[in-house]
T-cell receptor
Framework: AQSVTQLDSQVPVFEEAPVELRCNYS??????LFWYVQYPNQGLQLLLK??????LVESINGFEAEFNKSQTSFHLRKPSVHISDTAEYFC????????????FGSGTRLSIRP | SAVISQKPSRDICQRGTSLTIQCQVD?????MFWYRQQPGQSLTLIAT?????????ESGFVIDKFPISRPNLTFSTLTVSNMSPEDSSIYLC????????FGQGTRLTVV
């Protein structure tokens, strides 16, 4: 079975500042890792995913996450945030079999101050 | 990718009644997943719905409270039975093709 821990429930930052949202996972098997974003009053959207290959993955809006197997982490980073990045961010993990379910972390609320 | 249509989008229900939520996918999928997202919280998996077999429920969720149907490879329903205010939540249907795709959810308020 897999589990996900998001260490910060809320992260307030100033606009144009860098941000890191932390995520650690636990699994006895190889995993896929995901970050989802939920903007206010909207559904969940996939932000980025790690399946295999390069451990650094990027999204189209400037976020990146790095898979670190030794530290079982998949932290999300952005060098300069914008007001429009205000949202809830969920880290998620699944096993690699076709029958695996996706388990979500508790979420991190990112609030951007002007 | 997958396009998921879920209805109703929202409802306000009296306690003690039941609500059935429908989920339609634009392609055939083996497994469909039902999640609950309580106000200000993360997603909790309720059950996995497989076509042609009983749904598999997660710890804390039982079939009598959340019966699920899966009549074919593109459709599923979740019923929230004998509702109480504690069932007020967003219920989400999902399919996974490695990553998960979600419907827009059903916002349920029980009064």
């Amino acid at each position: 079975a897999q589990s996900v821990t998001q260490l910060d429930s809320q992260v307030p930052v100033f606009e144009e500042a860098p941000v890191e949202l932390r995520c650690n996972y636990s699994s006895s098997v190889s995993v896929y890792l995901f970050w989802y974003v939920q903007y206010p009053n909207q559904g969940l959207q996939l932000l980025l995913k790690y399946l295999s290959g390069s451990t650094l993955v990027e999204s189209i809006n400037g976020f990146e996450a790095e898979f670190n197997k030794s530290q079982t982490s998949f932290h999300l980073r952005k060098p300069s945030v914008h007001i429009s990045d205000t949202a809830e961010y969920f880290c998620a993990v699944s096993g690699r079999s076709s029958a695996s379910k996706i388990i979500f972390g508790s979420g991190t609320r990112l609030s951007i101050r002007p | 990718s997958a396009v998921i249509s879920q209805k109703p989008s929202r409802d306000i229900c009296q306690r003690g009644t039941s609500l059935t939520i429908q989920c339609q996918v634009d392609s055939q999928v083996t497994m469909m997943f039902w999640y609950r997202q309580q106000p200000g919280q993360s997603l909790t998996l309720i059950a996995t719905a497989n076509q042609g077999s009983e749904a598999t429920y997660e710890s804390g969720f039982v079939i009598d409270k959340f019966p699920i149907s899966r009549p074919n490879l593109t459709f599923s329903t979740l019923t929230v039975s004998n509702m109480s205010p504690e069932d007020s939540s967003i219920y989400l249907c999902s399919v996974a093709q490695i990553e998960a795709f979600f419907g827009q959810g059903t916002r349920l308020t029980v009064v």
